[in-house]
């Protein structure tokens, strides 16, 4: 599955809803019981750049093409999740092969949709969650403590990993998020994690899901999460899943005007995008050609023959270096002509690191 976004959450608190806005379509079943969602739906959804579309008012192309996401609507879970309550096992392994969690967190009273704990409590459903994430993390630790104890008779570094691994167990057992142990830039924690895929070392980001009244002023419930997610080091995207739904049927510009009333800036699924891009180390750098203007999405820090690599390996292969254009100076300048003749245009070589939003054209010879 590789980079994608986990929408994850209890049973009934909006995910399915919020997936379908995000795909612009109703490819999830949304519904008022539990476990709607049992195989996980997943979609490619474009990432929102207004850049491309200043782009395509100098260059005129035939198409846009925009960078991408991939998100993952996975079954809601209950506690007891660890031990195979609900879907259980099945769940845990659907997150496994995901990079970042989004939980979807009800933060809004209904008493016409049913909440499987009874009642609304953000902190205690994040709490469960979380819990049954770090239960399922120290089962797989514990395995591998177990296997590490056999090697460390005769081989040193497996006796300090296990040593290190035990100090993990603990950390865990003690209700810690894996992802904030003070050791986790170590080598030690990383060998772990890269081979254990621990749930609870995953960037997180929480939804929270409010009325219509909740996305001018925080209520109780947003203020809760947001102090929650604070603590740990997360962020809080607030958005209205009923709302962001009935933007699907909206042209962009339909949709700025219903924001704009409302009183909002951005959607709340824009921003769960952009910021589930930048989690997952993501940016855009552009083409832009009369036959299309279109974002090419790359890890941060990639230097120019890899980022070609990413039209085609041949164009790594063969990499003699790139035209480079800052997207400001190529706007500036009304296009590529004016920004070669403003001296905008810079040649690049093999060790350029690519900068989020620059024009390129690679030279190759293969």
């Known amino acids: 599955m590789g980079l994608a976004i986990g929408l994850v959450g209890l049973p009934n608190v909006g995910k399915s809803t919020t997936f379908n806005a995000l795909t612009k379509a109703q490819n999830a079943e949304a519904a008022n019981y539990p476990f709607c969602t049992i195989e996980p739906n997943k979609a490619i959804v474009p990432v929102p750049d207004k850049r491309l579309d200043e782009l395509a008012k100098i ?26 309550e609900g879907l259980g096992n099945k769940f845990l392994s659907n997150i496994r092969e995901t990079e970042v969690i989004l939980q979807i967190v009800r933060c809004f009273e209904d008493e016409n949709i049913v909440h499987t704990e009874g009642g609304i409590d953000p902190l205690r459903d994040v709490e469960i969650i ?20 056999k090697q460390a008779k005769a081989d040193k570094k497996a006796k300090t990993l296990m040593e290190f691994a035990d100090v993990v167990m603990e950390y865990l057992a003690d209700g810690n998020l894996a992802r904030n142990f ?7 924690f990383k060998e772990l994690d890269r081979d254990l895929r621990l ?32 603590d740990n080091g997360c962020e809080v995207i607030k958005l209205c899943a009923k709302i962001e739904e009935e933007l699907i049927g909206l042209d962009e510009e339909e949709g700025e005007e219903f924001l704009q009333e409302l ?4 959607s709340g699924l824009a921003q769960i995008i952009h910021k589930g891009f930048d989690k997952l180390g993501l940016m855009s750098y552009f083409t832009a050609g009369v036959k299309e203007v279109r974002a090419w999405t790359i890890r941060k820090e990639t230097t120019a023959p890899k980022a070609a690599a990413v039209i085609h390996n041949d164009f790594e292969k ?3 270096r790139a035209e480079v254009i800052a997207y400001d100076d190529f706007i500036a300048n009304n296009g590529e002509q004016g920004a ?11 060790e350029y690191i690519v900068q989020d939003g620059d024009v390129m054209h690679f030279r190759f010879n293969v």
């Not at 070392?201 to 929270?208: F, L, N, R, V």
């Open 130 to 149: 979380e819990t049954e994430l770090i239960l399922a993390d120290v089962e797989v630790l514990g395995n591998r403590i177990e296997r590490l104890k």
């Open 318 to 320: 063969g990499f003699i």
């Open 199 to 230: 749930l609870t070392s995953k960037e997180m980001m929480y939804g929270a899901n409010v009325d219509e009244d909740g996305l001018l002023e925080d209520n109780e419930h947003v203020q809760a999460l947001t102090q929650h997610a604070h």
């Open 59 to 84: 260059v005129s192309p035939e198409r846009i093409q925009h960078s991408t996401l991939d998100f993952v609507d996975i079954a809601g879970l209950v506690k007891g999740a660890s031990k195979g």
């Open 263 to 266: 009183g909002v800036a951005e």
């Open 182 to 188: 003070p050791d986790r830039e170590s080598d030690l």
């Open 340 to 350: 070669k003749e403003a001296g905008k245009m810079r040649l690049e070589g093999k």
